[in-house]
């Protein structure tokens, strides 16, 4: 078991979006002058360590089950390699995801002996009910989407924010409902290589129930809806002037949605690539507006 492998299994190119959607938290306290750089580092740690722990367990559940030996492999989609190829072992799979989670569990503990109350134990048990019945449960009945919305987005957004003086308000909450919809259309779009695939297998993903092209339009709606959230709360004051700044990321998002009803297996690698391009974009020039102005 090498670094690469485990670079592989515990999905590396997706823990950016960890990184960002801490650092959307920390830019929002920021702007409130309540910004703890310690507590922050600190949740952010814990954010990518839940994040390996979880992609590693989905990516053993997925190669036990033999998906991921019939994907088609893109740089974003079709399972670690280094799996299917033998290159780390299942059991030495499931091993990554529980030491990463163990490693996480002392910063929480810290976090409750520092804020006393049920925000925190109640927030990542959600959070890993939501990530550990993914595979089995919540992609077989439609929801695997907005789960990961919500598990990878709302709460880790609402996390970083409350742990700098262990409350968090309306403003607050908004900024974290406008994270939903990054996760949400990168896993939305994330899935169209894997169509086929996932039926054999039972899934019932967003594309399977819809179909490419009205997932390609609920796309576009998503990100419309992100453009309307980030003016509403600029609006009603949820968020800061400087929010504004995540409307520069919504041509990228037209043209992701405009790629995928046109995409086919030659083009859906580009395709993939928009979406990561966009969700990453969107996040972060959402904490950057936060800062700068």
């Given at each position: ?29 920021y702007s409130r002058d309540i910004l703890d750089l310690t507590s922050t580092f600190l949740g952010a740690a814990a954010l990518i360590l839940l994040h390996i722990s979880v992609n590693s367990i989905n990516s053993a559940r997925d190669y036990k089950k033999g998906i991921d030996s019939e994907t ?182 037209i043209l992701c949605s405009y790629k995928a009803f046109a995409s086919s297996a030659d083009t859906a690698n580009e395709v993939l690539k928009l979406n990561v391009a966009w969700t990453h974009l969107s996040l972060l020039l959402l904490g950057t507006g936060l800062i700068i102005f």
């Open positions: 078991m090498d670094v690469e492998s485990v670079a592989d299994v515990s999905r590396a190119k997706f823990l950016v979006l960890s990184i960002l959607l801490a650092y959307v938290g920390a830019a929002f306290a088609d492999k893109t740089d974003f989609s079709g399972g670690p390699e280094a799996l299917v190829e033998g290159e780390i072992s299942y059991k030495e799979t499931v091993l990554v995801s529980i030491v990463s989670a163990l490693i996480s569990l002392p910063i929480f503990l810290y976090f409750q002996t520092v804020y006393s109350g049920i925000f925190v134990p109640v927030t990542v048990s959600l959070g890993l009910l939501i990530a550990f019945s993914y595979t089995d449960i919540l992609s077989r009945i439609g929801l695997g989407e907005v789960s990961a919305g919500v598990g990878l987005g709302v709460l880790p957004v609402l996390m970083i924010i409350y742990i700098q003086q262990g409350s968090f308000d309306t403003s607050g909450l908004y900024l974290s409902l406008c994270a939903f919809i990054p996760t949400f259309n990168l896993l939305l779009i994330n899935h169209f290589p894997d169509i086929e695939v996932d039926r054999r297998y039972g899934r019932k993903t967003l594309p399977i129930i819809l179909g490419k092209n009205a997932s390609a339009a609920l796309y576009l709606f998503m990100v419309i809806l992100f453009g309307i959230l980030v003016i509403y709360g600029l609006y009603t004051g949820f968020l800061p002037s400087g929010a504004i700044l995540a409307l520069l990321s919504t041509p990228l998002g």
